[in-house]
């Protein structure tokens, strides 16, 4: 076990680059590389944020804190050494991504994490690399890189280490094209296998849908499936959505394609359109108002607003990303006139039921 630790130790980095190189590989061999419509902006984002994270943001933080707790706490820096590694390694790995589930998760539900998130999101395919798109603050405030240093300062340094090269192998994963996890269900008498591993780590069609545009396709679910590593907290907190299935289209509903720098460094550069959320100038406009929508809709799966905030109401146009909100799929099994609803007080949701009518009688 030793040997096996001091081998991660030493080489860590490379074991995570290689990860990348493995994939990267496997992606460019199935001719997945060849086929994208990826830009030289996404590229240079996606690399300089990955170099970002790894040379300069996690460093720093590790090197801060192993500094302030040497100075200030100098008895905790052996707080984990009666502690075997067997114990260490699944501590580390639980409390750092039950942390990221949850600021990930607040990154879909707070607006301002929201537009430093929204960079991971504007994606429109799905790669290794999307793994490391995110605003530079994001990762300053994440709070699982915090974790680690303090891990690293407690004396938890190779739990640490093998942790990380874990937890990249999971995640890289879940983003490449390679869909690993096809082969799981392939054969029904794997299918108890795939039971366990994707309620376990996160597999590429659990994460594919959180990439999806919208749940109109009822398979994406971009409002779920916020778990990094492991898949048991989406079920342990409700918000998890299997369906072994992978989208079709990736991205944001109404994308304003705001610069790789812009989305890189907000909230210190801004976008210079009015309409994306990362503009200094955009504001965010109530638009229920206490009348339907009477409208002929032919059969299909439909979007209903239900923050208030989409500008095509009755129907939700992604407005709801950085609230607690999220839409109402429903479908219609044949064309019929609709009456719907846009006060969002009926309770009959997405149909009116007149509460319109009597605002002060039925809760909002």
Not at 77 to 95: D, E, G, I, R
Not at 198 to 204: A, D, F, G, N, S
Not at 345 to 360: I, V
Request: aromatic share 16%.
């Amino acid at each position: 076990m030793e040997s096996v630790i001091s081998f991660f130790r030493l080489y860590n980095e490379y074991l995570v680059l290689g990860i990348l190189v493995v994939f990267g590989l496997i992606e460019f061999i199935a001719g997945h590389l060849s086929k994208n419509k990826r830009s030289t902006g996404d590229y240079i984002q996606e690399f300089f944020s990955f170099l970002l994270l790894s040379v300069a943001t996690k460093p720093f933080i590790v090197v801060l804190v192993v500094f302030l707790g040497d100075t200030f706490f100098p008895s905790g820096s052996t707080l984990l050494n009666a502690m075997p590694f067997y114990f260490q390694l699944p501590l580390f790995l639980l409390v750092d991504d039950v942390m990221q589930y949850w600021y990930h998760r607040s990154a879909h539900q707070y607006r301002f994490l929201w537009k430093l998130h929204r960079a991971h999101h504007a994606s429109t395919e799905m790669g290794l690399l999307v793994s490391y798109r995110n605003a530079a603050l994001y990762y300053m405030l994440m709070p699982n890189i915090w974790w680690l240093a303090l891990f690293t300062f407690w004396g938890g340094g190779s739990a640490v280490v093998v942790g990380l090269v874990l937890k990249q192998l999971v995640i890289i994963g879940a983003h490449s094209t390679t869909k690993w996890d096809r082969w799981l269900y392939r054969s029904s008498w794997l299918s108890p296998l795939a039971w366990v591993v994707e309620r376990t780590i996160v597999t590429p069609a659990f994460h594919f849908a959180h990439h999806g545009v919208s749940q109109v396709d009822e398979i994406s679910e971009p409002n779920g499936n916020f778990g990094n590593m492991f898949a048991f907290w989406d079920i342990l907190f409700g918000t998890a959505h299997f369906t072994r299935q992978y989208p079709e289209k990736f991205g944001i509903q109404t994308d304003t394609h705001d610069t790789w720098y812009t989305q890189m460094f907000f909230p210190v550069l801004k976008s210079q359109d009015e309409n994306s959320p990362l503009s200094g100038k955009y504001n965010v406009k109530d638009t229920k108002i206490d009348a339907p929508t009477f409208i002929d809709l032919a059969q299909g799966n439909y979007l209903w607003c239900q923050c208030g905030l989409s500008k095509t109401q009755p129907f939700c146009d992604g407005s709801h990303h950085g609230t607690k909100h999220k839409p109402l799929l429903f479908k219609l099994e044949k064309q019929q006139k609709c009456t719907l609803c846009n006060c969002k007080r009926t309770k009959k949701a997405p149909f009116c039921d007149g509460a319109h009518k009597w605002p002060g009688e039925v809760g909002s």
